[in-house]
């Protein structure tokens, strides 16, 4: 079984930082991407950020350059540096990967989402 466990959401000023983190656990042999999405209220899920095994990331055009996904494959953890947040950046996050387990090739697992609100 896999859990994707995060932490590091709240309340956050914009133009300040947040570091969003998620750790995987459980039978994993492998981990080929991992990544960050978020849904506002009343919108649908929209990918934010992905990293793969390499340290190929992947952006959304609405956090580019402001937003710095990384890995740690270690720890099995990636991390969200949120930098010059802006008030529609406020959403759940959710952490995904895609995990190969001793039992199962390859699936697609989900966080239990984190509140990240941007306001003065």
């Known amino acids: 079984q896999v859990q994707l466990v995060e932490s590091g959401g709240g309340l956050v000023q914009p133009g300040r930082s947040l570091r969003l983190s998620c750790a995987a656990s459980?039978?994993?042999?492998?981990?080929?991407?991992m990544g960050w999405y978020r849904q506002a209220p009343g919108k649908q899920r929209e990918m934010v950020a992905t990293?793969?095994?390499?340290?190929?990331?992947n952006y959304s055009d609405s956090v580019r350059g402001r937003f710095t996904v990384s890995r740690d494959n270690a720890k099995n953890t990636v991390y969200l540096q949120m930098n010059s947040p802006k008030p529609e950046d406020t959403a759940v996050y959710y952490c995904?990967?895609?995990?190969?387990?001793?039992?199962?090739?390859?699936?697609?697992?989900w966080g239990q989402g984190t509140q990240v609100t941007v306001s003065s």
């Open positions: 995904n990967a895609a995990i190969a387990t001793i039992h199962v090739p390859e699936d697609d697992y």
């Open positions: 990293v793969s095994s390499g340290a190929v990331t």
């Open positions: 459980g039978d994993i042999v492998s981990i080929r991407i």
